[in-house]
Structure formats: structure tokens, C-alpha cells
């Protein structure tokens, strides 16, 4: 049986993904169409992984493979064959400055050597100020640990957070009972006992936070310092396409004034769009050709009550006023929707629809939030699941409702890289299992048809993952001279064969005279 790989719209080429890798050269932000193009004016859609090492040496092992720790030729030889052509590479202030005002130079020397191996091999590079609950101190990474050496707080002493702490929702680090280490960092091991997230609300986090955000101690300035000299090493490389600022900031004020939450502006322009600006001026200061991929708080744009109650962001504009060179970015797990969703590490299978119900939501949402404000839109973390039907559905799931909003993405992660801090505990998460075998029913989903370049603007795409028939259509831009590339794996969907019908905007069949197919 043959089954359908079908691309419509009227096409001057069609090139194979798999078959000849673009060369990558720098992709910018076209302001007219609130699209991604490249140096041909083609559409570009991103589809890729998260590539996060969360502790020293703060980067991947490039000189041979290993499941859960590499990214070396053979990875990117098969990330390329199963669809992707995007990482989103954690550079962690942390591993950047490692000691006040002293910037890693050597380490930023292998984290560009890597970059380029990766452009060299067909893939576009975001540098990701990753964090998550800020510093090791506190049983997460991200930040120096020195703004956790003293003048955080250490007491639920508002009435909000008193109210909480039965619920678990202020404990202090004190409560957990961690153990320490030699470098006076809690064990991996006790940090792990709970689910990180529970630790944003500890009150030496909300305070650190408060730091951040508030120039406390100069925290603000030296981050934004750690930008510039990170946005000045990577300069007028073609590969890095942007940054993304800081990866899930967290609202700092929740329990003092939760009113901000529920302004007009809210937490993300009273706080997050000030710190933002800041550091764009620093990028387009080292190379006005890169991207700011900025993202909102988590919550309260999404909250876990009545299956996931999704909010307009708090951004009323863009952090910047320029019309270019800003995405906006995206988060987005089922397991948001409530506890009990992921009690097992991932959605369960027969809360299918309501996982669907969610992501479309929030992808409409998040949609509309981009159009308001004149960006992209891109989906930069989904999935941190395990080789099984749930995981597969919930990939399914974002990214069809990805495809709808027309906006690439990145599956969380590619492996494991010391990842403490997921919603996938101590399971796999990764494309491999601990044994070094292939999770197959995860790839096979990652690895799904689509138009990464288009001649033009796309009008509509669709996969359908039971069948595997793909539709897509788009306008031609016959000023394109470059082909239009579709994307689609023999390997996991088109085993016995497959078969493509390309017509033109009257439904007309095109004959292969008609264009090229490599």
C-alpha cells in the first residue's frame, strides 16, 4: 500500500530535505508577512530539539556518541535524516561568568567550534539563557550562585504565602532537609525528590527573582552584561539566528502585589519588557541581523485550574519598537493543565482530547498574541516525555497545533544532558533509552512531513499521523528563484512507498516536466 505525501500550490522546484541540506546562511524576520525568511526570501519553518547540558561542563560531548550526553556528527547526521533542522543551545549565565566579572572566553571558543559544526551540518542555532528555579543553590541552574549567597528571603511572611504553606506552595529550602555537597550545593539526588516546579515557590526564589528584575545588588546589569559579551562573541556568525533572552522567567511578585497579575500589562510589560530592552540594544549593538526570540511568565498566562485556562500575555507591545527582529516565544506541556495530568511523568493516553482541547487553546492564543504584536510565533519547549503512545500523542498534539498557527518548534530534549530540573524526572526523556536503544514511537513522531522552505507565503499545512498524508498549500512568489523544500521520512512513515501530487492554484496536476524533484 502506498501511502500519501501530497504538497499542492503552484511550484516552480521541489527539492527533498533528506536528500540535498539547504545551506544555512542567516535568517531574519520579514515584518510584512510576520514570517521567518532566509537570504532567498523563502518562507521557514523550524522544527528541532533543546540541547540544555545543566551542569559543568555546560556543554554537549562532541568527539563520539553517547546516548544520553553527545551531540557529535552521527547525532546531527541523524537529527538531520528525521526532519530537523533547528537547536535551541542552552549558554548559561552560570557557565559563561564563573566568577563575578569574569567571563569563560575558552568555554564560548567550544560553544562556537560546536555552532558551526552544526550550521555546517543544516541547522540553525538559538542560544538559550536557560534557567530554571535560577541557581544550583536552590536546586535549580541557570544563575551565578553568588546572588543566592545572601539577602534572599527565607520566611512566608505575607499573609498569601502563610495561607500556602499547607498546601506546600511556601516552603522554604530549610523545609526540604536537603543535603549539601562539598561546594555547599544540595545533592542532586534530594533535589530530585520533588517536582521542580515546587521550588520556584520557596521563598529564597520568589526573592532571587526579585533581584533579577528589580537591579537588586546589580543583578540586572550583570545579566544584561552577560549578554552583551555572549551576543559579541557570536556576532556575524550565520548560523546563530538569535537568542532567547531568558527561558521561562518567573513572576517574582506573586504572593506581594498578585494584583500585577491581572492588569492590563501585567507582570510581563511592568517587569519582563524593561530587562528585555535592555538586552536587545546589546544584541543589535554586536549584529543588527539577530533575532530576540522573548518569552512571557508561564503562569498566570496559563493556569492549571478547569483543564488549563489559557490567558492573553501580559505584553501589550513588543519589547522593542522595531518591527523586525523579535519572535515571539512559547511554551507549552499538557501536563500544565494539572497535577494530576503527569502523575506518571507524561499525559495520560485517555485524557487525549482534553490534551488537544488544551494545545489548541493555547496555540490560538499565543497566536493571537503574536498578531497583536507583529511577531512569529514559535513553540520553543513541548514533550520532556518517554518512548510510549502518550508521549506520541502529546508530540501529535502540539504539533498539529503548531502547524495551525504556523509556528516551528523544538521537542524538549534531545537527551538527557544532567537535566535535574523536567517534568520527566528520572525517566528518559530523551531521543534514546538508558540502554542506548532508539525510542522509535518518539522519533517517528518527531520526524513528520513538512515544507521547511517555501516559495512563498503558506496558506495551510496538515499531517495526519495515523495515515501519514500530508497536504500543504502556499502562494507562489515567482521572484523566488530557490526551490521549495518538503521534508519526508521514508524511514519511519513511507515504508512501502509513497506518492506526491503537486497542482497549481486551479487544482491542476503538474507533470514532472513541470518542476524539479530531487
Not at 136 to 141: F, P, S
Request: hydrophobic share 35%.
Amino acid at each position: 500500500m502506498l501511502t500519501r505525501a501530497i504538497a499542492t500550490g503552484a511550484l516552480a522546484t521541489l527539492t527533498n530535505a533528506h536528500v540535498e541540506r539547504p545551506k544555512i546562511t542567516q535568517l531574519r524576520m520579514d515584518p510584512s508577512s510576520r514570517t521567518i525568511v532566509d537570504q532567498h526570501n523563502r518562507q521557514v519553518i523550524l522544527h528541532g530539539v533543546n540541547v540544555v547540558p545543566k551542569v559543568a561542563p555546560y556543554i554537549p560531548i562532541t568527539d563520539k556518541f553517547d546516548p544520553q550526553l553527545s551531540l557529535n556528527q552521527k547525532d546531527m547526521e541523524d537529527l538531520a535524516a528525521w526532519g530537523m533542522n533547528f537547536i535551541r543551545l542552552g549558554v548559561m549565565w552560570e557557565a559563561v561568568e564563573r566568577t563575578p566579572g569574569v567571563y569563560d572566553m575558552p568555554y564560548l571558543d567550544k560553544i562556537e567550534q560546536l555552532i558551526n559544526k552544526l550550521g555546517e551540518s543544516g541547522f540553525f542555532v538559538l542560544v538559550d539563557a536557560h534557567q530554571d528555579v535560577g541557581v544550583r543553590k536552590l536546586c535549580g541552574e541557570g544563575f551565578p550562585n553568588w546572588y543566592a549567597q545572601k539577602n534572599l528571603n527565607h520566611e512566608c511572611n505575607d499573609t498569601i504565602s502563610s495561607m500556602t504553606w499547607p498546601l506546600g506552595l511556601c516552603y522554604t529550602a530549610e523545609d526540604y532537609g536537603w543535603r549539601y555537597d562539598a561546594d555547599g550545593n544540595p545533592v542532586l539526588e534530594d533535589c530530585q525528590k520533588h517536582p521542580f516546579f515546587m521550588y520556584y515557590t520557596m521563598p529564597e526564589s520568589v526573592s532571587l527573582f526579585d533581584k533579577l528584575y528589580e537591579n537588586k545588588e546589580g543583578m540586572q546589569d550583570a545579566f544584561v552584561n552577560y549578554w552583551a559579551v555572549v551576543s559579541k562573541r557570536f556576532a556575524h556568525n550565520p548560523y546563530v539566528i538569535g537568542y532567547d533572552p531568558l527561558n521561562e522567567p518567573f513572576p517574582s511578585t506573586y504572593f506581594g502585589t498578585p494584583s500585577l497579575y491581572f492588569q492590563t500589562g501585567g507582570f510581563d510589560d511592568a517587569k519582563l519588557k524593561p530587562m528585555y530592552s535592555k538586552i536587545f540594544d546589546k544584541y543589535m549593538e554586536a549584529d543588527p541581523s539577530k533575532i530576540m526570540f522573548f518569552e512571557g511568565v508561564q503562569v498566570p498566562d496559563t493556569v492549571a485550574i478547569n483543564d488549563g485556562m489559557v490567558f492573553p500575555t501580559g505584553f501589550q507591545t513588543r519589547p522593542n519598537a522595531m518591527k523586525t527582529n523579535q519572535v515571539f516565544n512559547e511554551h507549552t506541556y499538557c501536563c500544565q493543565m494539572g497535577p494530576e495530568v503527569c502523575d506518571s511523568g507524561e499525559p495520560h493516553i485517555e485524557l487525549k482530547e482534553k490534551c488537544r482541547s488544551f494545545h489548541d487553546r493555547r496555540l490560538k492564543q499565543r497566536g493571537d498574541d503574536a498578531r497583536r504584536l507583529e511577531t512569529p510565533l514559535i513553540i520553543s519547549e513541548f514533550g520532556a516525555c518517554f518512548d510510549s503512545e502518550s508521549c506520541a500523542m502529546e508530540i501529535g498534539l502540539v504539533a498539529d497545533a503548531s502547524d495551525k498557527e504556523q509556528a516551528g518548534w523544538a521537542y524538549w530534549q534531545f537527551k538527557n544532558y544532567w537535566d535535574f530540573t523536567t517534568t520527566a524526572g528520572t525517566g528518559s526523556e530523551g531521543f534514546y533509552n538508558f540502554d542506548g536503544t532508539l525510542q522509535h514511537k518518539k522519533v517517528k513522531a518527531l520526524a513528520r512531513t513538512y515544507l521547511p522552505f517555501t516559495q512563498g507565503l503558506l496558506d495551510s499545512v496538515a499531517f495526519d499521523t495515523t495515515t501519514g498524508n500530508f497536504a500543504g498549500s502556499f502562494t507562489l512568489d515567482a521572484s523566488i528563484d530557490a526551490p521549495s523544500v518538503l521534508f519526508f521520512s521514508e524511514e519511519f512513515w513511507y515504508t512501502n512507498g509513497y506518492e506526491y501530487t503537486v497542482t497549481d492554484a486551479s487544482g491542476h496536476a503538474l507533470n514532472e516536466s513541470d518542476f524539479i524533484q530531487n
